[in-house]
């Protein structure tokens, strides 16, 4: 069973930034294909990027191009997030899947607790 476990959530003022990590215990992520999904309070979870595990092509939702940059490292997956606005306010979690290609769309098939990110002044 593939856990999953998000760090690098925080408090940051707008504008500034964060590295979220996405780590499974005992596994390499290299093999997995990884989303990045976040949630805000009385929102339903909505895709941020994702990144194949075959080609590593990705893909990010319009509200962050520009500024988050997902990547991978030493078996572990990272989201890097520039340029923060409030709106970014989410809980966020990454998310595994062995077969799928990187997609926005939930079915992944493991997934971690989430780290909260909060974006204020």
């Known amino acids: 069973q593939l856990q999953l476990v998000e760090s690098g959530g925080g408090l940051v003022q707008p504008g500034g930034s964060l590295r979220l990590s996405c780590a499974a215990s005992?596994?390499?992520?290299?093999?997995?294909?990884i989303g990045w999904f976040r949630q805000a309070p009385g929102k339903e979870r909505e895709g941020v990027s994702c990144?194949?595990?075959?080609?590593?092509s990705t893909s990010y939702v319009d509200s962050v191009k520009g500024r988050f940059t997902i990547s991978r490292d030493n078996g572990k997956v990272y989201l890097q997030m520039n340029s923060l606005k409030p709106e970014d306010t989410a809980v966020y979690y990454c998310?595994?899947?062995?077969?799928?290609?990187?997609?926005?769309?939930?079915?992944?098939?493991?997934w971690g607790q989430g780290t909260q990110v909060t974006v204020s002044s």
């Open positions: 005992s596994f390499i992520l290299d093999y997995y294909t």
């Open positions: 990144i194949s595990s075959g080609d590593g």
């Open positions: 998310a595994a899947d062995y077969e799928r290609q990187c997609s926005l769309r939930p079915g992944y098939d493991f």
